[in-house]
């Protein structure tokens, strides 16, 4: 059932940026991130989200040189076929962007609130 139209709620985007303003991590990443730890591998992950595996691949890349940290541990094909798996680091940074995600939105609420309630 949709909401009345008089039932407003705020919607808040979160992406981080370097210095140049290019983006370093967001949702888009974060999913990248999620499906290659859940698929255990760069083209897995690629399938599963509908995107060229240069498209992950170039943003995977984009990020690690722009915190100069590696994301993924790779293993090279062979007869054992390969993968990737994620870094300590790269688990470390998803869960901080949720948290911070998470925060914003609570914040984003409380200000809404502030701003537009009726109570």
């Known amino acids: 059932m949709r909401k009345k139209e008089s039932e407003l709620e705020v919607r808040?985007?979160?992406?981080?940026?370097?210095?140049?303003?290019?983006?370093?991590?967001?949702?888009?990443r974060m999913?990248?991130?999620?499906?290659?730890?859940?698929?255990?591998s760069i083209h897995a992950a690629a399938k599963e989200l509908k995107m060229s595996y240069r498209a992950v691949w170039?943003?995977?890349k984009a990020t690690e040189d722009r915190l100069g940290k590696p994301l993924l541990v790779r293993n090279i094909g062979g007869s054992t076929g390969g993968g990737s798996q994620l870094t300590d680091?790269?688990?470390?940074?998803?869960?901080?962007?949720?948290?911070l995600q998470g925060e914003v939105g609570k914040e984003a609420d409380r200000l809404f609130q502030e701003k537009f309630g009726t109570g």
């Open 12 to 28: 808040s985007k979160v992406w981080i940026v370097d210095g140049q303003g290019e983006v370093v991590f967001g949702r888009g």
């Open 89 to 99: 680091f790269a688990l470390d940074l998803m869960h901080r962007f949720q948290a």
């Open 58 to 60: 170039g943003r995977i």
């Open 31 to 40: 999913k990248i991130l999620e499906a290659v730890r859940q698929c255990g």
